[in-house]
């Protein structure tokens, strides 16, 4: 597991813990908050229907009759007020409007809060009703919960962080004494490999061929491709694969005579329409696993005495690169990318080969179309 790889391990699984954990303690908030909200909006109710009582208390001790008296209306900081007659039309009052409110009572209306009292008739300033109003609070309720919440989301993805983190260590060890192990066994396995082909083109030069000599190039060439799948896998994460200018119709050509062998086995024809010239901006090794493994898979799920056709062409801006073989076909095409994954376990692999194209194609902008039918063939078209 390298440096990268731990900390999308402890992001991944700490965002995930902190967020279970935030869900079971943000509940008990929310119902906290509700619960403040209840007690606030009860708490407002109460302090509105003290100021209609206070305002009303001023205007029964209002004595009009003495000379020179006026009526001062109470006026408050938080709170306005106003009578109306029994329209709901202004007699006096400090509000700028009010919604349409038919009867007495407490009332919440986006973030107004209104207290509508009838009064006796006629009795002050020929008003039916004294309406007072004040603002909600419940806005800052709600943003104080908010920032809590928040809060408490943050510290708990730091704590969970850390501790996916620090979990991840010995997995990052074990990872690290793998990677080595498949380093060197891979170091190891190519000293030999190489001279086993080396060998086995001196001996049919010596010899001639045989049916035995070629079951062992055959063998060979599949140990290869698959020496040459792992060698990739381990590299490409610290390996610069630079595109160069190369000759897609030869070298096409060049990775079917290389598969001849491993098809005659099978007594599979391999036949060919290739457009020649074709040049393509790409990296060697690239797209050598992409060729490699599309041609291995074909041959591997391909019945036996059957053939594989293999065309190359333009078609308007895109290079085409098709493989069509009359096989088992695919009864998953949504999983032969995954890495692992096989088809048939008896047909053998590491199942590594189509996630390494699929990481490829994906890097390169390369378009893949699959065409398969269980028990008539598949047919892989490459868009470059």
């Given at each position: 597991?390298?440096?990268?790889?731990?900390?999308?391990?402890?992001?991944?699984?700490?965002?995930?813990?902190?967020?279970?954990?935030?869900?079971?303690?943000?509940?008990?908030?929310?119902?906290?908050?509700?619960?403040?909200?209840?007690?606030?909006?009860?708490?407002?109710?109460?302090?509105?229907?003290?100021?209609?009582?206070?305002?009303?208390s001023k205007m029964h001790n209002y004595k009009p009759s003495e000379e020179g008296s006026y009526f001062d209306?109470?006026?408050?900081?938080?709170?306005?007020?106003?009578?109306?007659?029994?329209?709901?039309?202004?007699?006096?009052?400090?509000?700028?409007?009010?919604?349409?409110?038919?009867?007495?009572?407490?009332?919440?209306?986006?973030?107004?809060?209104?207290?509508?009292?009838?009064?006796?008739?006629?009795?002050?300033?020929?008003?039916?009703?004294?309406?007072?109003?004040?603002?909600?609070?419940?806005?800052?309720?709600?943003?104080?919960?908010?920032?809590?919440?928040?809060?408490?989301l943050l510290i708990l993805f730091i704590i969970s962080y850390f501790i996916f983190k620090q979990f991840a260590?010995?997995?990052?060890?074990?990872?690290?004494?793998?990677?080595?192990?498949?380093?060197?066994?891979?170091?190891?396995?190519n000293t030999p490999l190489s001279i086993i082909n080396v060998n086995i083109d001196l001996f049919a030069r010596?010899?001639?061929?045989?049916?035995?000599?070629?079951?062992?190039?055959?063998?060979?060439?599949?140990?290869?491709?698959?020496?040459?799948?792992?060698?990739?896998?381990?590299?490409?994460?610290?390996?610069?694969?630079?595109?160069?200018?190369?000759?897609?119709?030869?070298?096409?050509?060049?990775?079917?005579?290389?598969?001849?062998?491993?098809?005659?086995?099978?007594?599979?024809?391999?036949?060919?329409?290739?457009?020649?010239?074709?040049?393509?901006?790409?990296?060697?090794?690239?797209?050598?696993?992409?060729?490699?493994?599309?041609?291995?898979?074909?041959?591997?799920?391909?019945?036996?005495?059957?053939?594989?056709?293999?065309?190359?062409?333009?078609?308007?801006?895109?290079?085409?690169?098709?493989?069509?073989?009359?096989?088992?076909?695919?009864?998953?095409?949504?999983?032969?990318?995954?890495?692992?994954?096989?088809?048939?376990?008896?047909?053998?692999?590491?199942?590594?080969?189509?996630?390494?194209?699929?990481?490829?194609?994906?890097?390169?902008?390369?378009?893949?179309?699959?065409?398969?039918?269980?028990?008539?063939?598949?047919?892989?078209?490459?868009?470059?």
């Open positions: 597991m390298t440096l990268e790889h731990k900390d999308a391990y402890a992001i991944k699984y700490g965002v995930l813990y902190a967020v279970i954990i935030a869900v079971i303690l943000l509940v008990p908030l929310l119902v906290y908050t509700e619960l403040i909200i209840n007690i606030n909006e009860a708490k407002n109710e109460l302090s509105l229907k003290r100021k209609a009582h206070e305002i009303i209306f109470p006026r408050y900081n938080e709170v306005k007020s106003g009578l109306y007659d029994e329209n709901f039309l202004p007699i006096f009052s400090l509000l700028e409007d009010v919604p349409i409110i038919m009867r007495a009572g407490y009332y919440e209306y986006e973030n107004r809060r209104f207290f509508v009292q009838v009064l006796p008739k006629r009795r002050y300033f020929s008003a039916y009703y004294l309406i007072v109003e004040s603002k909600s609070k419940n806005y800052a309720i709600y943003q104080t919960a908010l920032m809590i919440g928040l809060l408490i260590l010995p997995f990052e060890k074990v990872n690290k004494q793998l990677d080595n192990f498949m380093k060197d066994s891979m170091h190891e396995i010596k010899y001639g061929e045989s049916k035995y000599l070629t079951r062992i190039k055959s063998a060979s060439k599949t140990l290869s491709n698959i020496y040459n799948d792992m060698d990739y896998l381990i590299k490409q994460d610290t390996v610069e694969y630079p595109k160069e200018s190369l000759d897609l119709s030869t070298f096409l050509v060049d990775r079917l005579d290389y598969f001849q062998v491993v098809a005659s086995q099978r007594a599979i024809m391999i036949k060919m329409q290739i457009e020649k010239d074709i040049i393509i901006y790409f990296n060697k090794t690239k797209l050598q696993r992409i060729i490699d493994n599309t041609l291995s898979n074909a041959i591997k799920y391909s019945y036996e005495n059957s053939q594989i056709d293999v065309s190359l062409y333009y078609h308007d801006s895109d290079i085409v690169l098709s493989v069509q073989d009359y096989g088992v076909g695919i009864s998953k095409p949504d999983k032969i990318f995954e890495r692992y994954y096989r088809e048939d376990m008896d047909k053998g692999g590491f199942g590594i080969g189509l996630n390494i194209v699929k990481k490829i194609i994906d890097e390169e902008g390369v378009a893949l179309i699959i065409d398969s039918v269980p028990k008539k063939g598949s047919t892989f078209t490459y868009k470059f």
